[in-house]
């Protein structure tokens, strides 16, 4: 079930380009969640962990349990029950936090870093060839698109969980 969008950038209206890029949203998202339910299920891991562990990866330093409630959405109970089933898997380990003898932290540990590393290896070089074909100026407006729509996506998910559902005003960053 494709669309074909052979004609150029010019030929299209303002309605059709934002028509289309609401419809390849929807489909991204679509086959982004069957790619990482397949590479959850490749790895071992439930969806939710993978995300986790997807996140934990791009944070420069270890996190706390509290971290990975708020970057995953989880309650506070949530993420420590999978930060204890990761660290039982041997996906995460808990370190000190230096400044706070009382408080861990959580890292992924070394082999499993490794792990899923080496099972991003395809992917990311597909993932990656995608983007080659793009210029350094349109890679400059995808990353800032990427980066304002999950902005948008925070706001709208805090707006939704705090119960203003029905509330129609859009915030935007």
Not at 1 to 17: D, F, I, Q
Not at 43 to 68: F, K, N, R, Y
Not at 85 to 100: C, F, Q, T, W
């Amino acid at each position: 079930m494709s669309t074909n969008y052979a004609r150029s950038g010019a030929e299209w209206s303002r309605a059709e380009l934002l028509a289309r890029i609401v419809t390849e949203s929807q489909r991204h998202y679509a086959d982004y969640s069957l790619f990482s339910q397949a590479m959850a299920d490749h790895l071992g891991l439930h969806p939710t962990d993978l995300q986790c562990v997807a996140l934990l990866d791009i944070e420069p330093d270890p996190v706390s349990t509290g971290d990975i409630a708020r970057l995953t959405g989880l309650t506070s109970g949530s993420a420590t029950r999978l930060v204890d089933r990761l660290v039982k898997a041997g996906v995460v380990e808990r370190l000190a936090d230096p400044n706070d003898r009382r408080r861990s932290l959580v890292a992924l540990s070394p082999t499993a870093r490794e792990r899923i590393g080496a099972a991003w290896d395809t992917p990311g070089r597909a993932f990656g060839a995608v983007l080659e074909s793009y210029s350094d100026s349109e890679l400059a407006v995808i990353g800032d698109y990427l980066h304002r729509a999950a902005e948008v996506g925070r706001a709208q998910a805090k707006r939704l969980a705090s119960g203003n559902a029905g509330d129609p005003a859009v915030t935007s960053p």
